[in-house]
């Protein structure tokens, strides 16, 4: 039941790279990681506060509405995450690079609750240029989990159909894209996702 819980939050692998990223923490009791679930969701949700949780290995997280207006809530559907990568920014995102939210859902039943925070590359929304602002193709998604099973609680990242985006009208970013994108799909992000989940798990200070 736990595998199919998490394949139906995590779109296919069909094309490209994946990388699936865990990290886990366990209870003395089921209570104690109730309470504590509680905790690791509304971090999961702040997405501003993301960069603090995992140091300085994660990238730099804001998060605007749907018009790409800086706003400091918990992240909704329709929302946008402006990302601040090490290294050059691209010219379609303004510097930056941008994913959407396009899916958040719960899901619960006996002994296990689960979130899940999908994201997926898209167009920087403060421009008419409709190219991708991110060094990944549209294709890619990034699913973001924290679940409970009993007294165990788990933290993950699953990258799916990772492609570099080297179909922009701009040649530079078509470069700069193809140089992260690699980097990225050869392992170099997993130490900043890796990061994250840890943040999520850990006491509060």
Known sequence: ????????????????????????????????????????????????????LAGSALSNFQ??????????????????????????????????????????????????????????PSANPLSNNRDTAHFLTEQATSTFQVKRIGKNIYASEHGRNELANTYNLNTADNIRNMLIGWAAMLGFSYPQWKALVRGLLADPV
């Open 63 to 120: 998060l605007t509405n749907s018009y790409g207006n800086v706003v400091d809530r918990l992240v909704q559907e329709g929302d946008y995450l402006r990302i601040d990568i090490p290294g050059p920014g691209s010219s379609a995102g303004d510097g930056y690079d941008w994913v959407t939210v396009e899916k958040i859902e719960e899901n619960s039943e006996a002994g296990m609750e689960a979130l899940n925070l999908r994201v997926r």
């Open 1 to 52: 039941m736990e595998k199919e819980l998490e394949n139906q939050s995590i779109p296919p692998q069909k094309i490209g790279e994946q990388m699936d990223v865990v990290e886990k923490r366990s209870f003395d009791n089921e209570l104690e990681a109730i309470d504590f679930f509680e905790l690791v969701k509304h971090r999961l949700l702040n997405v501003n506060r993301w960069s603090a």
